[in-house]
Every structure is written in C-alpha cells, then in structure tokens.
C-alpha cells in the first residue's frame, strides 16, 4: 500500500492510492482546500493542547458549611454574605466566616408545594439592584392553589430592624398555572438593565405535549421581563 503525489499545471493537487498493485481512490484536492485543512490542524492542535492543560490542573472541591437542606439556589445580596434558597421553602445565611445562622432569613415552606419529585418547591432568589437602600428581593417557588400548582413570583422586603431576617409578608408579582408537576423553571435574575427577568419552563410532562413553545397565549416556555419592580 502506498500513495504516490503529483502537482498538475494548474494549483490542484492529487493523490493515486494504491492497493495490492491496483489503484484504489484517486484524490484532487485544491490548493486553497490544502491550507484550510492545515489551519484546522493547526487549531485542532492548539485546542487539544489547551485542554490537556486544563485536564492536567488539580482541582478540589472543599465543604464549607453543611447542615443544608436540598439547596437550589445560591445568591448575594451585595455584602459578605451568601443566601441559599432551600427547596422545601427556606432561604439560609451563610457567615461571612462560613457558619451557618440557624435561623432562617426567610421561611415560607406553609405555601411551598411538595418537592417528592425534585420539580418542585422553592426555586430560586433574586436580590435587587438597589437592595441595600430598599431592602428588596424576589422568590420562585410553586404552590397548590385552589388543588391547581401553580408558580408564584413574590416580593419580600428585609426587616429594616434585623438585617438577618426578612419580613413574612410578600407582594405577589405574577402566578402561572402548572399542568404537571415538572419542567416548573425557577431560575430568575436582574440583568445590567436593571430589569427582573423570570424564566418559566413548558409546564411539564415531556416533549412539550402541549406544544406552549409555539403558542403565543401562554407564559409557558418563556423568558418574562417584568418592569417596575425597583
């Protein structure tokens, strides 16, 4: 087996492949082709490399405070301080010294659906831009409303006298019906525009049986800007 090259009068280049005395495939190839299969190895290469590098590091996952419950969500407020919203409803303070308060800053698992499938309960937190002057912030979570799940977006306001805990009392922002107890979304945050955006996944099941992804009417299957909230 063997190759045999040669150069035709005009910039293309070829290949006879040969097998056991009998040729096997014949190969043109242009000039301009040949250059760009080089620099693709020449990236192939360099990305191979980069990566052997990253693989090469030693990385280390170290514990920094335990005693939480199905943490979902890890948030800051602006300070030293962590927030962890726990899935049956809470959201825990993490010290700036990596202690736990016992105390949650914010305990609303009465209203909180069950979590038994992993799809529901409390979902997500976001602070405000201007949290340290208003003092406020945001929830997920779903909810059995009327025996209808349903996801619930509130606003609640820290306690002006206690930084560590909030005030129980919450502004309901928006609902949505569930049809199923999955695909619930959850994740929510204030961009550099300073506006909340709320994701809502395609209410359940799987392969979106409703098809919400392509109807309009709904808030299914959607990312909400919601204005006016600072």
Not at 102 to 125: H, M, R
């Amino acid at each position: 087996r063997f190759v045999v090259f040669f150069k035709a009068r005009q910039p293309v280049y070829g290949c006879f492949l040969f097998f056991s005395g009998k040729v096997f495939a014949q190969i043109f190839i242009t000039k301009a082709l040949i250059m760009k299969n080089i620099l693709l190895l020449c990236f192939c290469f360099t990305l191979s490399v980069t990566f052997q590098k990253i693989v090469a590091q030693k990385l280390a996952a170290n514990p920094i405070v335990s005693g939480l419950t199905l943490p979902i969500d890890l948030k800051n407020c602006g300070d030293d301080r962590l927030f962890v919203a726990e899935l049956p409803g809470r959201i825990r303070i993490i010290n700036a010294d990596s202690t736990l308060r016992p105390t949650p800053f914010l305990d609303i698992s009465a209203k909180v659906s069950a979590y038994t499938n992993g799809e529901e309960g409390f979902l997500g937190i976001a602070f405000s831009p201007d949290y340290k002057t208003s003092g406020k912030f945001y929830v997920d979570y779903t909810s059995n409303i009327s025996a209808q799940l349903t996801t619930v977006v509130e606003e609640y306001k820290v306690n002006p006298a206690d930084s560590t805990l909030a005030l129980t009392t919450g502004l309901t922002i928006l609902t949505q019906s569930q049809p199923y107890n999955n695909h619930n979304g959850g994740n929510f945050l204030f961009a550099s525009d300073g506006y909340l955006y709320i994701t809502l996944g395609d209410g359940g099941n799987g392969g979106d049986p409703m098809v919400n992804g392509q109807e309009t009417t709904t808030l299914l299957v959607k990312i909400l800007r919601v204005d006016g909230v600072i």
